[in-house]
T-cell receptor, first 110, second 118 residues
């Protein structure tokens, strides 16, 4: 399986701090995506990074991809209480299926 | 408003009953998906459909059935054969894989249906 696995499983920080979540996968990919899920809600797409890209930014989000290490990281800068959610990475390897990890549960304390 | 909707939000099932979860999208997407999420877990793919009148089993299709008679709709039936159906069910859609090439499209999710077996 090429399922992404997030690390850590849970992360608790203070408002204003940066939050870093990591995702590792097993086989080569076409792209890797990060999604966010608020408790009891559906997932929301945050950012997609292609296999030939190394870094992407979107607002306070920064995603890196290291294909040699088969890993990606999501950095949220200057976190806010509203960033409290679960964050999932999802890998696509050319098939139509997107494979999700188990997620990192982020808590940002005011 | 464009989007993807699921109903009902909460559903209770007695053992031995079949129940159907609704998923509708007005995004003109070709592809639709059903996922199951258990507490503290990631998403597991139940069924997906790349085009009308066609669908494929995902990783955990046993005890579930789907239909795709219209582009906008992809209902999921949880049958009595599913022994542990209590979970959060998420429907998603995407533009789909075009021309057989890997797609960089993203998935848009509905708000989910929480199914509980009584």
């Amino acid at each position: 399986s090429q399922q992404g696995e997030e690390d850590p499983q849970a992360l608790s920080i203070q408002e204003g701090e940066n939050a870093t979540m990591n995702c590792s996968y097993k086989t080569s990919i076409n792209n890797l995506q990060w999604y966010r899920q608020n408790s009891g809600r559906g997932l929301v797409h945050l950012i997609l990074i292609r296999s030939n890209e190394r870094e992407k930014h979107s607002g306070r989000l920064r995603v890196t991809l290291d294909t040699s290490k088969k890993s990606s990281s999501l950095l949220i800068t200057a976190s806010r209480a509203a960033d409290t959610a679960s964050y999932f990475c999802a890998c696509r390897s050319g098939s139509e299926k997107l494979v999700f990890g188990k997620g990192t549960k982020l808590t940002v304390n005011p | 408003d464009g989007g993807i909707t699921q109903s009902p939000k909460y559903l209770f099932r007695k053992e031995g009953q079949n129940v159907t979860l609704s998923c509708e999208q007005n995004l003109n997407h070709d592809a639709m998906y059903w996922y199951r999420q258990d507490p503290g877990q990631g998403l597991r793919l139940i069924y997906y459909s790349q085009i009308v009148n066609d669908f494929q089993k995902g990783d955990i299709a046993e005890g579930y059935s789907v239909s795709r008679e219209k582009k906008e709709s992809f209902p999921l039936t949880v049958t009595s054969a599913q022994k542990n159906p209590t979970a959060f069910y998420l429907c998603a859609s995407s533009t789909g894989v075009a021309g057989g090439q890997p797609s960089t499209d993203t998935q848009y999710f509905g708000p989910g249906t929480r199914l509980t077996v009584l």
